[in-house]
C-alpha cells in the first residue's frame, strides 16, 4: 500500500519549515550564558620547528581568558587525535600513524596547523590576542605532492615514519593480474590523477564547550556527522571525560559530506578547555580556516593497467596508487584509499583478475579523508575511464563494450576477485535505460551540427557500482575498523499516539526527518504529523554509528524496522488479550491489528494507550510501548548505475559546456522518490565540481594553500550545472529489510569519469582532471 | 561607540555599535535573527543575503553603522505572520533545500530577484544566483522553486 | 577589522576635510571591506561617501553620459544608455555586489580583474575629480595605481557615447573576476581596444586598434600575434592562454558590434 505518507511517496519534508522561515538553529546560532570565544593560532608554515612560544604580551592584551598549548594538553593527560582504521602493510606490519596531539607540540606540519587556542570574553579581543602571541619558527623543508613525498631524499615529515610511508598495502591475485596482461590482446595503460578537493560544507565546522561543576558534566555541542562515536574516541583516546559526563549534541548541521565524520583538533580542545576555565567556549571556523583545516579528499596518483582479450572482454585489471594522507591519519583515513577503494574496482564487470597495491605517504597538507564516496569514486573513475580508454583505442563503441563485460541480472550473488559479494544489480538495464533517454543513437548528428558551429561535441558513459552501509561488524572488524558499523533506532509511542523516533543515524541535509517518519507512518499507520525523528544528542538517543557512506537508510531505517517488528510484536499479544483471540489470529497491517476471519479490530493508537493505561492488560507483558533494536547488516548494499554526459567544447577558449545529463540509478527500493533525486543532484555536482572547477593546490615552493578562498577554490555555482535527467531502476537490496541500497554518494562517484569521458570523446584525447578552460584548450589547440 | 537606528522586518531598532561590526553581526549577535548566516569571509557565498532598502545584500560585506536610517529585511521578515512568502512556500513545495545552511540567502536573493525580472527562465534564474553557493542540491531544485515561486508572485 | 573611527560627511567639501594620511574612502565598500575583514588593512577612519547626494546618479549630458562615483553597477546596468557599458556593468560580480559596489570604487581601486577600467579606457572616458579631469588613458598608472592624488575624491567619469562598442568577458570560474575583458568602441577618436585582466593594469592594444581602423571586421584580427610577454600568470590563467583569449575576445567583440 503506497499512502500519500508511506513508503515510495514524495513527501514534502517535515524538517523544512524550521529552515525556510530561518529558525534552524546551527551551531553558531547558539550562545551561553557567559561564553567566551576561541581563536586558533595556526602554523603559516608548511613545516617547521618551534624553537619559542611566548604569550606574554597576548596574556596581558584586554579580554583575554587564555592561552592554551600542546604541552598543557599533554599536562593533563589529554591523548593524541586517533585514526581508527588500522590497516597492515604487505610485510605485514601495521601502519605507521604518528601521534598526532591536538594542538602542535615542538613541531607544525602544514599550514594552518593549530599550535594555540586563545580564549577571550570577545572574538574580536580572541582575535586581537592571538597577533600577539609570539612563535619562533625554524623552517623546515617541506614536500606537499605525494608522488614527491615518497620519492627518494625526500624531506623527512616525522622522525618515526622513515620515507613518509604511512603503509603499503595490496589486494587480490598480483600473478594472475599480470598473467592477465601478459596475455592479454590488448593492453591500455594510463596514468591517472584524482585530484584533491575540498569540502566546503556550506556550514562551517564548529563548537561550543560547556562545563557544569555541579554535575562534572562537559557538554560539547558540534558540527558532527556521528555526536556518539566523536563521544566516544574523545572519552576513549583522548580521555577528555568519562563517556557518561560527556555530552555531545549536533544540531542542525549544515552539510557535512564526509568532512564532519571527524574528530578534529578544534572541538577535542573545546571540550577539553572549558572544564579547565570553567567558562563555556565558542569557536566558530572562518571559511579561510575550513580551507585550511577541515579535512581534505581524494588526491590520488595512479597507474592502472587494463588487459582485454580482442572482444573487448576484460581479463584483468592491474592498479597501483599513491594516496596523499596529509600530515597526520585522520579518523579513517587509512580506509578510504584501501577498503573503499581497492574493493570495489571490479565495477560492474566480470574480472577474472585485479589486483591494486597502494602506497599512502605523509606530505606538508592538511589532513585527507573521506568525502562523498570515499574511495569509491576514486574507484569508479579508474574502472570507468580504463575502459572507456580501452574502447577507443580497440575501436569498441564504449556503451557496447560495457555490454560485453556487465555482469549478468542472474548471476548473482556474484563474488569479485576484491572480496566483495554484490547481491543484487541489472546493470544492463540501465545501460539501455540511459541510452534511450540520451537518444545515443543520435549523437553523431548532434556532434556534426556543433562541428558546424566551431564546437567539440562529446559524448561518456559512467557505469559506477559503489558499496554502502559498510558492514557488516564483523567483517569491517576483520579488515581493520576499530569500532562496530552497525545502528540503533527506538520507536517510543506515548499514550496518545503519537510516535518519537530516536535514531543513531544524523541528517545534515538527507531528509531523515521525513523519510524515517514515512517508514514509521507506512508500517504503523500513524500519521506522518505525529511522528517525530530526535536525533545527535547523546543525550537522547541511544548509542548511534551516524550518517556516512549512504548508511543511514540501509542501515538506520533497518534498525526502525526492526524496532517497529518489535511494536508489532507486543502490540499483537495486546490485542490478542484485548479481543481475546489468540497471538496467532491476529493480523498486521499499517497499524491495525485485527482478528483473521472477523471484524474485531484495534488501531495502533488503541494499543498505545492500553500499554500505557494498562487497565485490561495480559498478565505477561510490559506496560508501555517504546522499543529499542541494534541492526547490524548482512552485507554491503550495491547501489549502481550508468551516467551518460553530453558535453560541447568551444576550441577558442576551452570552455566546456554540459549540455545533458542522463542518469539511470539502481537504489534498489525508494522510500522517497523527491528526496532521492535531490541526493543525486547534489551528489552530481560535486562529481562534477571535480572534474570541472574545483582543485586543491598547494603550491610546491611554499607549501601555502593557494586555493584558500571562494576567490581562488572554484565551487560549482548554478549556472556552471545543466539540469539533470534522473531515473531509477529498483532492483531490491536482498540482504536489508527495506530493501533499500543507499543513494547519498552516487552522483559523485559516477560523475568524474562521465564527464571526462565526454570531454576526451570531443578532444579526441586524453586530459586528467579537472578539465579548466585553459587545459582543454591547450588539448584543443595540441599545445 | 556611534549609535546606529534602522528598521528591521518592520520594527525600528537601535543600539550602540562599533563602527567596525558588520551589519550581520548586528543582526545576528545584537538582534539575535540568526537566521542570517556567515558561510564565507570573501563575500561569495550569499549565506548572509537580505534585503537593504528593498535591494539584495550581503550583510557580511556591509557596516552595521552603513545601514543608519536603512529599512532591512531578513528571513525572519519574509512571512506576513503564519502566512509563509511564496518563496519560502516554493522551496519546501519543491525540494529546494536540503542542509538549509545557504537556504535563507538562497531565498532572500531569489525574492529580490523576482520583484525585480519578468519572465525569468530558467537561464535567468541561474544567473541570477550567482552570489549564491549551495553545496548540497545541484541548485537544479532550487531553480525550479525560484521559477515556480516567480509564476505565483507575477500571478 | 581592527578597530576604526567612521565618518560619513553629507558634503564632498566635509568628505575632502576628512581624508589624511591615515584614513580611507569607503564607497561601496566591496573590496575595502573583505581587505579590513582579512586585517590586511589597519586604517585609522573610514570615511564613507554614501551620504553625498551629489555623487551618485547616471545623467545622460548631450553627447556624454555622466556616472556619479557613488552610482552602484546595478544602476548603471539598469540605466546607462550606451549598451556596452551596461553590459559591462551588469556582469560584475553578483546581484548582491552590483546592488552595492560602485563605479569611483572600483575606478579609484584599479583592480588589475576589474571590468570598469576596460570601459574607461575603451570609451574613452573622463574620470572627474574634486580637483580637475583625468582622461582615461591617463588615470590608470599599474596594478591598484591611478594618478588620483592623496585627498582626490572621483565625483563621475563621464563617457562620451561610442558609435558602437562591445565587452566581452571571459570570467575566473571561481571569483567572477575577468581573467581577460576586452572592450573594443567605435569612437569619434578612432577605434580602441581596452584589455583588462590580462596584464597588471588595463591597457590598449594598439596593434588591433590600427587593424580595426582599416577593416572593422574579426578576420582583420587573425593575423595579429598577440604577446604573452608581461601578461598574468596565475593558477587560473597562463600568460599564454591570456594572449589567446584577448585575441577571440577581441574578434567576438567585433563581431557582435558588427551583428
Given at each position: 500500500?503506497?499512502?500519500?505518507?508511506?513508503?515510495?511517496?514524495?513527501?514534502?519534508?517535515?524538517?523544512?519549515?524550521?529552515?525556510?522561515?530561518?529558525?534552524?538553529?546551527?551551531?553558531?546560532?547558539?550562545?551561553?550564558?557567559?561564553?567566551?570565544?576561541?581563536?586558533?593560532?595556526?602554523?603559516?608554515?608548511?613545516?617547521?620547528?618551534?624553537?619559542?612560544?611566548?604569550?606574554?604580551?597576548?596574556?596581558?592584551?584586554?579580554?583575554?581568558?587564555?592561552?592554551?598549548?600542546?604541552?598543557?594538553?599533554?599536562?593533563?593527560?589529554?591523548?593524541?587525535?586517533?585514526?581508527?582504521?588500522?590497516?597492515?602493510?604487505?610485510?605485514?606490519?601495521?601502519?605507521?600513524?604518528?601521534?598526532?596531539?591536538?594542538?602542535?607540540?615542538?613541531?607544525?606540519?602544514?599550514?594552518?596547523?593549530?599550535?594555540?587556542?586563545?580564549?577571550?570574553?570577545?572574538?574580536?579581543?580572541?582575535?586581537?590576542?592571538?597577533?600577539?602571541?609570539?612563535?619562533?619558527?625554524?623552517?623546515?623543508?617541506?614536500?606537499?605532492?605525494?608522488?614527491?613525498?615518497?620519492?627518494?631524499?625526500?624531506?623527512?615529515?616525522?622522525?618515526?615514519?622513515?620515507?613518509?610511508?604511512?603503509?603499503?598495502?595490496?589486494?587480490?591475485?598480483?600473478?594472475?593480474?599480470?598473467?592477465?596482461?601478459?596475455?592479454?590482446?590488448?593492453?591500455?595503460?594510463?596514468?591517472?590523477?584524482?585530484?584533491?578537493?575540498?569540502?566546503?560544507?556550506?556550514?562551517?565546522?564548529?563548537?561550543?564547550?560547556?562545563?557544569?561543576?555541579?554535575?562534572?558534566?562537559?557538554?560539547?555541542?558540534?558540527?558532527?556527522?556521528?555526536?556518539?562515536?566523536?563521544?566516544?574516541?574523545?572519552?576513549?583516546?583522548?580521555?577528555?571525560?568519562?563517556?557518561?559526563?560527556?555530552?555531545?549534541?549536533?544540531?542542525?548541521?549544515?552539510?557535512?559530506?564526509?568532512?564532519?565524520?571527524?574528530?578534529?583538533?578544534?572541538?577535542?580542545?573545546?571540550?577539553?578547555?572549558?572544564?579547565?576555565?570553567?567558562?563555556?567556549?565558542?569557536?566558530?571556523?572562518?571559511?579561510?580556516?575550513?580551507?585550511?583545516?577541515?579535512?581534505?579528499?581524494?588526491?590520488?596518483?595512479?597507474?592502472?593497467?587494463?588487459?582485454?582479450?580482442?572482444?573487448?572482454?576484460?581479463?584483468?585489471?592491474?592498479?597501483?596508487?599513491?594516496?596523499?594522507?596529509?600530515?597526520?591519519?585522520?579518523?579513517?583515513?587509512?580506509?578510504?584509499?584501501?577498503?573503499?577503494?581497492?574493493?570495489?574496482?571490479?565495477?560492474?564487470?566480470?574480472?577474472?583478475?585485479?589486483?591494486?597495491?597502494?602506497?599512502?605517504?605523509?606530505?606538508?597538507?592538511?589532513?585527507?579523508?573521506?568525502?562523498?564516496?570515499?574511495?569509491?569514486?576514486?574507484?569508479?573513475?579508474?574502472?570507468?575511464?580504463?575502459?572507456?580508454?580501452?574502447?577507443?583505442?580497440?575501436?569498441?563503441?564504449?556503451?557496447?563494450?560495457?555490454?560485453?563485460?556487465?555482469?549478468?541480472?542472474?548471476?548473482?550473488?556474484?563474488?569479485?576477485?576484491?572480496?566483495?559479494?554484490?547481491?543484487?544489480?541489472?546493470?544492463?538495464?540501465?545501460?539501455?535505460?540511459?541510452?534511450?533517454?540520451?537518444?545515443?543513437?543520435?549523437?553523431?548528428?548532434?556532434?556534426?551540427?556543433?562541428?558546424?558551429?566551431?564546437?567539440?561535441?562529446?559524448?561518456?558513459?559512467?557505469?559506477?557500482?559503489?558499496?554502502?552501509?559498510?558492514?557488516?561488524?564483523?567483517?569491517?572488524?576483520?579488515?581493520?575498523?576499530?569500532?562496530?558499523?552497525?545502528?540503533?533506532?527506538?520507536?517510543?509511542?506515548?499514550?496518545?499516539?503519537?510516535?518519537t523516533v530516536f535514531t543513531g543515524s544524523h541528517s545534515h541535509g538527507q531528509g531523515h526527518e521525513t523519510t524515517f517518519a514515512q517508514i514509521i507512518s507506512d508500517q504503523l499507520g500513524v500519521p506522518i504529523d505525529q511522528v517525530e525523528i530526535s536525533h545527535g544528542d547523546t543525550g537522547k538517543v541511544p548509542f548511534g554509528m551516524g550518517t556516512y557512506g549512504s548508511r543511514s537508510l540501509a542501515v538506520g531505517g533497518s534498525a526502525i524496522v526492526k524496532a517497529v517488528d518489535k511494536i508489532v510484536e507486543k502490540s499483537k499479544k495486546i490485542a490478542a488479550h484485548t479481543l481475546e483471540a489468540s497471538v496467532e489470529d491476529i493480523e498486521h497491517a499499517h497499524g491495525?491489528?485485527?482478528?483473521?476471519?472477523?471484524?474485531?479490530?484495534?488501531?495502533?493508537?488503541?494499543?498505545?494507550?492500553?500499554?500505557?493505561?494498562?487497565?485490561?492488560?495480559?498478565?505477561?507483558?510490559?506496560?508501555?510501548?517504546?522499543?529499542?533494536?541494534?541492526?547490524?547488516?548482512?552485507?554491503?548494499?550495491?547501489?549502481?548505475?550508468?551516467?551518460?554526459?553530453?558535453?560541447?567544447?568551444?576550441?577558442?577558449?576551452?570552455?566546456?559546456?554540459?549540455?545533458?545529463?542522463?542518469?539511470?540509478?539502481?537504489?534498489?527500493?525508494?522510500?522517497?522518490?523527491?528526496i532521492v533525486e535531490g541526493q543525486v543532484h547534489g551528489g552530481l555536482a560535486q562529481g562534477i565540481g571535480q572534474a570541472l572547477l574545483e582543485n586543491c593546490v598547494y603550491d610546491k615552493e611554499s607549501g601555502q594553500l593557494l586555493t584558500g578562498s571562494y576567490m581562488d577554490y572554484c565551487m560549482p555555482r548554478a549556472d556552471d550545472l545543466p539540469t539533470f535527467r534522473v531515473q531509477t531502476i529498483n532492483t531490491p537490496c536482498t540482504t536489508n529489510p527495506l530493501g533499500v541500497k543507499g543513494c547519498g554518494e552516487a552522483g559523485a562517484i559516477a560523475a568524474p569519469a562521465a564527464l571526462m569521458n565526454a570531454i576526451t570523446n570531443a578532444l579526441g584525447k586524453e586530459?586528467?582532471?579537472?578539465?579548466?578552460?585553459?587545459?582543454?584548450?591547450?588539448?584543443?589547440?595540441?599545445? | 561607540?556611534?549609535?546606529?537606528?534602522?528598521?528591521?522586518?518592520?520594527?525600528?531598532?537601535?543600539?550602540?555599535?562599533?563602527?567596525?561590526?558588520?551589519?550581520?553581526?548586528?543582526?545576528?549577535?545584537?538582534?539575535?535573527?540568526?537566521?542570517?548566516?556567515?558561510?564565507?569571509?570573501?563575500?561569495?557565498?550569499?549565506?548572509?543575503?537580505?534585503?537593504?532598502?528593498?535591494?539584495?545584500?550581503?550583510?557580511?560585506?556591509?557596516?552595521?553603522?552603513?545601514?543608519?536610517?536603512?529599512?532591512?529585511?531578513?528571513?525572519?521578515?519574509?512571512?506576513?505572520?503564519?502566512?509563509?512568502?511564496?518563496?519560502?512556500?516554493?522551496?519546501?513545495?519543491?525540494?529546494?533545500?536540503?542542509?538549509?545552511?545557504?537556504?535563507?540567502?538562497?531565498?532572500?536573493?531569489?525574492?529580490?530577484?523576482?520583484?525585480?525580472?519578468?519572465?525569468?527562465?530558467?537561464?535567468?534564474?541561474?544567473?541570477?544566483?550567482?552570489?549564491?553557493?549551495?553545496?548540497?542540491?545541484?541548485?537544479?531544485?532550487?531553480?525550479?522553486?525560484?521559477?515556480?515561486?516567480?509564476?505565483?508572485?507575477?500571478? | 577589522?581592527?578597530?576604526?573611527?567612521?565618518?560619513?560627511?553629507?558634503?564632498?567639501?566635509?568628505?575632502?576635510?576628512?581624508?589624511?594620511?591615515?584614513?580611507?574612502?569607503?564607497?561601496?565598500?566591496?573590496?575595502?571591506?573583505?581587505?579590513?575583514?582579512?586585517?590586511?588593512?589597519?586604517?585609522?577612519?573610514?570615511?564613507?561617501?554614501?551620504?553625498?547626494?551629489?555623487?551618485?546618479?547616471?545623467?545622460?549630458?548631450?553627447?556624454?553620459?555622466?556616472?556619479?562615483?557613488?552610482?552602484?553597477?546595478?544602476?548603471?546596468?539598469?540605466?546607462?544608455?550606451?549598451?556596452?557599458?551596461?553590459?559591462?556593468?551588469?556582469?560584475?560580480?553578483?546581484?548582491?555586489?552590483?546592488?552595492?559596489?560602485?563605479?569611483?570604487?572600483?575606478?579609484?581601486?584599479?583592480?588589475?580583474?576589474?571590468?570598469?577600467?576596460?570601459?574607461?579606457?575603451?570609451?574613452?572616458?573622463?574620470?572627474?575629480?574634486?580637483?580637475?579631469?583625468?582622461?582615461?588613458?591617463?588615470?590608470?598608472?599599474?596594478?591598484?595605481?591611478?594618478?588620483?592624488?592623496?585627498?582626490?575624491?572621483?565625483?563621475?567619469?563621464?563617457?562620451?557615447?561610442?558609435?558602437?562598442?562591445?565587452?566581452?568577458?571571459?570570467?575566473?570560474?571561481?571569483?567572477?573576476?575577468?581573467?581577460?575583458?576586452?572592450?573594443?568602441?567605435?569612437?569619434?577618436?578612432?577605434?580602441?581596444?581596452?584589455?583588462?585582466?590580462?596584464?597588471?593594469?588595463?591597457?590598449?592594444?594598439?596593434?588591433?586598434?590600427?587593424?580595426?581602423?582599416?577593416?572593422?571586421?574579426?578576420?582583420?584580427?587573425?593575423?595579429?600575434?598577440?604577446?604573452?610577454?608581461?601578461?598574468?600568470?596565475?593558477?587560473?590563467?597562463?600568460?599564454?592562454?591570456?594572449?589567446?583569449?584577448?585575441?577571440?575576445?577581441?574578434?567576438?567583440?567585433?563581431?557582435?558590434?558588427?551583428?
Open positions: 500500500m503506497t499512502t500519500e505518507t508511506g513508503i515510495g511517496a514524495s513527501v514534502r519534508r517535515k524538517e523544512d519549515k524550521r529552515f525556510i522561515i530561518g529558525k534552524g538553529r546551527y551551531l553558531d546560532d547558539i550562545t551561553k550564558p557567559g561564553q567566551t570565544y576561541g581563536y586558533f593560532v595556526r602554523s603559516p608554515h608548511a613545516h617547521a620547528k618551534i624553537n619559542n612560544f611566548d604569550a606574554t604580551e597576548a596574556l596581558n592584551a584586554p579580554g583575554v581568558v587564555a592561552v592554551l598549548t600542546g604541552p598543557d594538553l599533554e599536562a593533563d593527560g589529554i591523548g593524541p587525535i586517533i585514526c581508527g582504521w588500522g590497516i597492515t602493510s604487505k610485510d605485514g606490519t601495521p601502519h605507521k600513524a604518528p601521534a598526532h596531539p591536538a594542538l602542535a607540540i615542538g613541531h607544525v606540519r602544514y599550514v594552518g596547523h593549530q599550535v594555540a587556542l586563545v580564549v577571550g570574553e570577545t572574538l574580536q579581543e580572541a582575535k586581537n590576542a592571538a597577533e600577539l602571541v609570539e612563535i619562533d619558527y625554524e623552517e623546515l623543508p617541506h614536500v606537499v605532492e605525494v608522488g614527491d613525498a615518497l620519492a627518494e631524499g625526500a624531506p623527512q615529515i616525522h622522525a618515526d615514519v622513515p620515507g613518509n610511508l604511512s603503509f603499503d598495502w595490496e589486494l587480490g591475485d598480483k600473478a594472475a593480474a599480470e598473467q592477465a596482461i601478459s596475455n592479454a590482446h590488448h593492453v591500455t595503460r594510463m596514468d591517472l590523477r584524482n585530484n584533491r578537493v575540498i569540502p566546503n560544507a556550506m556550514e562551517p565546522r564548529a563548537a561550543l564547550s560547556e562545563y557544569d561543576m555541579g554535575t562534572d558534566e562537559i557538554t560539547l555541542y558540534t558540527t558532527s556527522q556521528n555526536p556518539h562515536v566523536h563521544r566516544l574516541v574523545l572519552s576513549a583516546f583522548n580521555g577528555v571525560a568519562p563517556e557518561h559526563k560527556l555530552r555531545v549534541i549536533a544540531p542542525d548541521v549544515g552539510g557535512g559530506f564526509g568532512s564532519k565524520i571527524f574528530i578534529y583538533s578544534e572541538e577535542t580542545v573545546c571540550a577539553w578547555a572549558t572544564k579547565k576555565l570553567n567558562r563555556p567556549i565558542k569557536w566558530t571556523a572562518e571559511r579561510s580556516e575550513a580551507f585550511l583545516s577541515d579535512a581534505h579528499g581524494r588526491d590520488h596518483e595512479t597507474h592502472a593497467e587494463m588487459a582485454f582479450d580482442s572482444y573487448g572482454k576484460i581479463l584483468g585489471l592491474k592498479v597501483s596508487t599513491k594516496a596523499n594522507v596529509g600530515c597526520y591519519l585522520s579518523t579513517f583515513a587509512s580506509a578510504v584509499p584501501t577498503y573503499l577503494y581497492g574493493t570495489l574496482l571490479n565495477g560492474q564487470y566480470t574480472m577474472p583478475a585485479i589486483y591494486v597495491e597502494v602506497q599512502a605517504g605523509f606530505t606538508n597538507t592538511a589532513p585527507v579523508d573521506a568525502y562523498r564516496g570515499a574511495g569509491r569514486p576514486e574507484a569508479t573513475y579508474v574502472v570507468e575511464r580504463m575502459i572507456e580508454i580501452g574502447a577507443r583505442e580497440m575501436g569498441i563503441d564504449p556503451g557496447e563494450i560495457r555490454k560485453r563485460n556487465f555482469i549478468a541480472p542472474d548471476a548473482y550473488p556474484y563474488e569479485t576477485p576484491v572480496i566483495m559479494t554484490y547481491d543484487s544489480g541489472n546493470y544492463a538495464l540501465a545501460m539501455d535505460k540511459a541510452q534511450e533517454a540520451i537518444e545515443y543513437q543520435g549523437f553523431e548528428a548532434r556532434k556534426a551540427e556543433s562541428a558546424q558551429r566551431g564546437k567539440l561535441r562529446g559524448i561518456g558513459y559512467s557505469s559506477f557500482i559503489e558499496a554502502c552501509g559498510i558492514a557488516p561488524s564483523a567483517a569491517v572488524g576483520s579488515l581493520g575498523a576499530g569500532v562496530g558499523l552497525w545502528e540503533s533506532a527506538q520507536v517510543r509511542f506515548n499514550p496518545t499516539g503519537s510516535v491495525v491489528f485485527s482478528v483473521a476471519g472477523t471484524d474485531k479490530k484495534m488501531t495502533m493508537a488503541e494499543i498505545a494507550f492500553s500499554a500505557y493505561v494498562p487497565h485490561n492488560y495480559p498478565a505477561d507483558v510490559e506496560p508501555g510501548m517504546d522499543e529499542t533494536a541494534f541492526y547490524d547488516p548482512l552485507n554491503f548494499t550495491f547501489p549502481a548505475g550508468t551516467h551518460i554526459a553530453e558535453v560541447e567544447i568551444d576550441p577558442e577558449t576551452g570552455t566546456t559546456e554540459i549540455l545533458d545529463w542522463v542518469a539511470v540509478d539502481d537504489f534498489g527500493n525508494v522510500i522517497n522518490p523527491m586530459i586528467d582532471m579537472p578539465a579548466t578552460p585553459e587545459k582543454v584548450w591547450r588539448a584543443a589547440q595540441d599545445l | 561607540m556611534p549609535t546606529v537606528s534602522m528598521t528591521v522586518n518592520g520594527k525600528q531598532v537601535s543600539a550602540d555599535v562599533e563602527p567596525n561590526t558588520l551589519l550581520v553581526t548586528f543582526i545576528r549577535e545584537n538582534l539575535r535573527l540568526t537566521g542570517t548566516h556567515v558561510g564565507c569571509d570573501t563575500s561569495q557565498c550569499g549565506a548572509c543575503v537580505v534585503h537593504v532598502d528593498g535591494n539584495s545584500a550581503k550583510s557580511c560585506t556591509m557596516l552595521a553603522v552603513q545601514a543608519e536610517g536603512a529599512e532591512i529585511t531578513t528571513i525572519e521578515g519574509l512571512a506576513k505572520g503564519s502566512d509563509l512568502h511564496p518563496m519560502q512556500k516554493s522551496f519546501q513545495e519543491n525540494h529546494g533545500l536540503q542542509c538549509g545552511f545557504c537556504t535563507t540567502g538562497m531565498i532572500m536573493t531569489a525574492v529580490d530577484m523576482v520583484n525585480k525580472q519578468d519572465n525569468l527562465d530558467d537561464a535567468s534564474i541561474r544567473k541570477g544566483l550567482e552570489g549564491n553557493i549551495c553545496r548540497c542540491t545541484g541548485y537544479q531544485n532550487i531553480v525550479k522553486s525560484v521559477k515556480a515561486a516567480a509564476q505565483e508572485m507575477e500571478g | 577589522m581592527y578597530d576604526f573611527d567612521y565618518k560619513r560627511p553629507s558634503t564632498l567639501d566635509e568628505a575632502a576635510s576628512l581624508i589624511n594620511e591615515d584614513s580611507v574612502l569607503l564607497a561601496g565598500g566591496h573590496t575595502l571591506l573583505p581587505t579590513l575583514k582579512q586585517r590586511l588593512a589597519q586604517p585609522e577612519t573610514l570615511v564613507d561617501l554614501s551620504a553625498i547626494d551629489s555623487l551618485r546618479g547616471v545623467c545622460p549630458d548631450g553627447d556624454k553620459l555622466a556616472i556619479g562615483a557613488m552610482t552602484t553597477h546595478a544602476e548603471v546596468a539598469n540605466k546607462a544608455t550606451i549598451p556596452a557599458l551596461a553590459s559591462l556593468a551588469g556582469g560584475i560580480g553578483d546581484p548582491q555586489v552590483r546592488n552595492r559596489g560602485t563605479i569611483g570604487g572600483s575606478v579609484a581601486n584599479n583592480d588589475p580583474a576589474a571590468d570598469y577600467p576596460a570601459a574607461v579606457v575603451g570609451l574613452n572616458a573622463v574620470v572627474n575629480t574634486n580637483k580637475r579631469a583625468i582622461s582615461a588613458d591617463d588615470f590608470f598608472v599599474d596594478l591598484f595605481e591611478t594618478a588620483l592624488d592623496e585627498g582626490e575624491i572621483i565625483t563621475n567619469v563621464t563617457f562620451p557615447t561610442p558609435d558602437a562598442a562591445a565587452y566581452m568577458k571571459f570570467d575566473n570560474p571561481a571569483s567572477r573576476y575577468a581573467i581577460v575583458g576586452v572592450m573594443v568602441a567605435k569612437t569619434s577618436g578612432g577605434v580602441r581596444v581596452a584589455v583588462t585582466g590580462a596584464g597588471p593594469c588595463v591597457f590598449r592594444q594598439s596593434e588591433m586598434e590600427a587593424a580595426l581602423s582599416g577593416d572593422f571586421s574579426p578576420r582583420a584580427l587573425e593575423n595579429i600575434n598577440v604577446s604573452a610577454d608581461g601578461l598574468n600568470s596565475d593558477i587560473h590563467a597562463s600568460a599564454e592562454y591570456r594572449a589567446n583569449l584577448i585575441k577571440v575576445l577581441a574578434k567576438r567583440a567585433v563581431a557582435q558590434i558588427n551583428g
